[in-house]
Structures are given as structure tokens and as C-alpha cells.
T-cell receptor
């Protein structure tokens, strides 16, 4: 999957706990995107980040969800006080520019299960 | 809201058969991408089509973008068990936020040996 590394691959949390999902983009890529795939649903855009900037978070729930892409280190998707409806596969993708035509590389995903 | 409808949702065929899956929308996209996703993995890009009417071939896979850039099809010739997977189409919005891909729900293909 072209070098996008996500961890953990699987995460189990109880309701009310916090989930932190990490994404290291392809080396040299400065544009990161998070998508969520609910069971039997298509992937849905959540947020687009560049280093130290949130460009578009229109697909992310207003409460409990946050994302960051610091100057150093991986991008983090944080979900506070998780609920069962947060159970899904969360995919990170990166691109070398803000253009996604033929340049979007996805990681293998982090699968969150909320008990 | 732009939507992409994929059909069929499920397809089970025997090795050696041909098949076509469809991706339709009422909206225009500036480009359309096809991905294949295997269980427990992330989507892997197969092809991007940009021009209306464009046809691209990738070995036994043939991709076509509709003239009006609202729909696309994927045709597989002589399917093999290795073609098994979830085929996703994704449209790149023609507006300013072209990084927001709109995904269909996918066609789950099973090729039986």
C-alpha cells in the first residue's frame, strides 16, 4: 500500500474510553486524509490535513473527534468517549500534493471495535 | 450531495467468465478512480479516468468513463480467483474541494475456481 503506515491495526475499546489512531504518510507526502468505512457503507471523507494545519474537517463529527498532523511525527485521529456507533475501519491516505487524481495512497486501516 | 451507486452489490461467478460492474451518478465528476480492496486491507488504486469517453486497459481489466463523466464501468475478461475482492469507484468532485473523494459502496466480487 505504497508506504502509508497505520497503527494500531485493530483496537478494542469500551464505551467511554478514548481511541487514538496513528498514521505515518508516505515519506515526502505532506497531505494526509482520513476516511471512515462503516460496515456495509462506502468510505466517507472525514478530514484533510497538512503539516500543522487542518484544511477541511467538514466530514468529521463536531464532538468527540479531533485530528492533528504535527510538524514532527504521525497524524493522529482521536476519538474521545467512544460509543458503539464509532466502530468502523478508519483509513488514512496521503498524497504528495493537494491533488488526489491518481496520487492518493491508502494505508491498511485501523479497525476500531467499541464494546 | 454527490452520490455514486455501484451495481451489482454482490457478484459470484466461475473462473473464466466475463463480468461488468457499474458505477453511476447524477453528478459530474472531474475524474473517477477505481480501487480494489481485499478483506482487512486498504483500498489499492487500479486506475484513474479523467476524460469523458476514456477507455483504459489494465491486463484483463477494461475501464470506461462515460461521455458525460457521470458514470463508469469495469469489465473483467476471463476472471480468475485472484480477482476476488471489493471493487470501489470514487469520484473526484468538480468543485473546489477535489480532495474529497465520493466513494460508492462497492461491488463484492467472488471468483470461484
Amino acid at each position: 500500500n505504497a508506504g502509508v503506515m497505520q497503527n494500531p491495526r485493530h483496537l478494542v475499546r469500551r464505551r467511554g474510553q478514548e481511541a487514538r489512531l496513528r498514521c505515518s504518510p508516505v515519506k515526502g507526502h505532506s497531505h494526509v486524509y482520513w476516511y471512515r468505512q462503516l460496515p456495509e457503507e462506502g468510505l466517507k471523507f472525514m478530514v484533510y490535513l497538512q503539516k500543522e494545519n487542518i484544511i477541511d474537517e467538514s466530514g468529521m463529527p463536531k464532538e468527540r473527534f479531533s485530528a492533528e498532523f504535527p510538524k514532527e511525527g504521525p497524524s493522529i485521529l482521536r476519538i474521545q468517549q467512544v460509543v458503539r456507533g464509532d466502530s468502523a475501519a478508519y483509513f488514512c491516505a496521503s498524497s504528495p500534493t493537494g491533488q488526489v487524481t491518481g496520487e492518493l495512497f491508502f494505508g491498511e486501516g485501523s479497525r476500531l471495535t467499541v464494546l | 450531495t454527490q452520490l455514486l451507486e455501484q451495481s451489482p452489490q454482490f457478484l459470484s461467478i466461475q473462473e473464466g467468465e466475463n463480468l461488468t460492474v457499474y458505477c453511476n451518478s447524477s453528478s459530474v465528476f472531474s475524474s473517477l478512480q477505481w480501487y480494489r480492496q481485499e478483506p482487512g486491507e486498504g483500498p489499492v488504486l487500479l486506475v484513474t479516468v479523467v476524460t469523458g469517453g476514456e477507455v483504459k486497459k489494465l491486463k484483463r481489466l477494461t475501464f470506461q468513463f462515460g461521455d458525460a463523466r457521470k458514470d463508469s464501468s469495469l469489465h473483467i475478461t476471463a476472471a480468475q480467483p485472484g480477482d476476488t475482492g471489493l471493487y470501489l469507484c470514487a469520484g473526484e468532485n468538480s468543485g473546489g474541494s477535489n480532495y474529497k473523494l465520493t466513494f460508492g459502496k462497492g461491488t463484492l466480487l467472488t471468483v470461484n475456481p
